[in-house]
DNA sequence: CAGTTAGACGAACAGCGTTCGTGTTACGAA
DNA sequence: TTCGTAACACGAACGCTGTTCGTCTAACTG
């Protein structure tokens, strides 16, 4: 049953080690150290190796972002907190896509998962939202649209959470805009110049709410004009 | 005043044209052939010749996005008439980001976009907003999200919009998820089962308008709530 | 006409994903 | 127990990548 090691300390090769140990570099050293031949090097093999268990880096890719979709267990869809329900379903994901720097930018580079853990979470989702008495059609695009903000609020959102975009660079970039936008003769930028102090770290959670609350609620007003 | 070409028929290099070259390059050939190499290539000379007016391929990148939503007018915000302005805003953006394959992906990679023309959309909106009655850190939120989710759009509705994604590999893995989800009892996958009917080409536009539409009519509600 | 400098560019470096061919191991059958 | 086989391990190589260095040329400035 069990096909033991090559030499005795070095564990055994399998997809689930692979996945694992890429993970770990990507948390570790962040996206740029995740290359087949960096992971192969942390398990002590050649870049060939990983080529039994893997298709290609795609599916490395795919495997990984599957893996941290991997939790549970998920609401009963009860019709009397269905929007709590799917804003807690949401919460969650964002949390996976963020618990480590880089694999939401991972996570987009897959047009459409198929791994078994994001159909369950689309699964649960749409269930909570159909409790809510949407129709399967209109679960599906405002399941579409939610998916589509929280993988994007999570790539940003992950940027600055870690140490995974230079901080430096940001500020940097800040004061070129500034120093653009004050080139214009006053009243060009009324609105924008005043945006950086409202986009920090601590008014994440806020905009994320505020975004999925106005959603929403925009939900709830349609579940039975259908 | 004008420094003419070193020899005649070649045309001077410029930021200009090294970026115009790499969208046409986009364009034909797809996101893959977008290297600095083969954009030199194109301009008939050497890789090194790119980077006296290209810091790296990064800013390219950042040039060649900014380059695509170069474009206006805007409108004179009105406030019996904001909503609509909004929308029109969000989808002149989406058909910018999905005018060249592969730019919206491109568009994903800039964390914050600091280019010239992206200001001046971001700012644009931001009026539309405040004409509706949004105090300024609504509008900064609102409109964060409505550019988050039309990037998320663009993104992934460009794929099958033009050959970007091959098509035959959607349908495989289509049915490799149909597989995998009727692998369980019947009943697990109840509403997850019939999607794949309703993510066709023809739904985006209806899909994309349903996502704004929930969310500017539920800015509508908030706007006075201040 | 001399001096300076900005741009063009060939060559090279280190690293990448992936493939090929060969080696090695462990299991099932005889 | 011995042999055949199939699966996995893996070194080496291919063609590509972004970027840098040093040189060389051509055009503008004084």
């Known amino acids: 049953m069990s096909r033991p090691r090559r030499r005795a300390e070095k564990p055994v090769l399998s997809q689930e080690l692979v996945v694992k140990t890429a993970l770990d570099l990507l948390a570790a050293e962040g996206l740029d150290a995740v290359s087949m031949r960096r992971v192969a090097q942390a398990l002590e093999t050649g870049p060939a190796s990983l080529y039994a268990h893997v298709a290609n880096k795609e599916e490395l890719h795919e495997l990984m972002v599957d893996h941290v979709l991997a939790f549970g267990p998920f609401p009963e869809p009860d019709p009397a907190r269905w929007v709590e329900q799917a804003k807690d ?19 987009w580079a897959i047009a ?10 689309a699964e649960a989702m749409l269930a909570v939202l159909r409790a809510g008495g949407l129709d399967l059609k209109r679960a599906l695009y405002a399941a579409d649209a939610l998916w589509l903000y929280a993988k994007a609020f999570a790539y940003e959102g992950a940027g600055w959470q870690h140490g995974d975009i230079d901080l430096a660079e940001q500020e940097e970039r800040g004061k070129r805009m500034v120093e653009y936008m004050t080139s214009f003769p006053p009243g060009t930028f009324p609105n924008l110049l005043g945006a950086g102090e409202h986009f920090t770290e ?10 999925i609350d106005l959603f929403l609620s925009g939900l709830m007003r349609v579940q039975d004009g259908s």
Chains 1, 2 share one sequence.
């Open 89 to 107: 379903l949401l919460r969650e994901n964002v949390r996976a896509l963020t618990s480590v720097p880089g694999i939401a930018k991972i996570a």
């Open 112 to 121: 459409v998962p198929v791994g078994a853990n994001a159909l369950q979470q």
């Open 202 to 211: 601590e008014t994440a959670r806020e905009r994320f709410e505020f975004a």
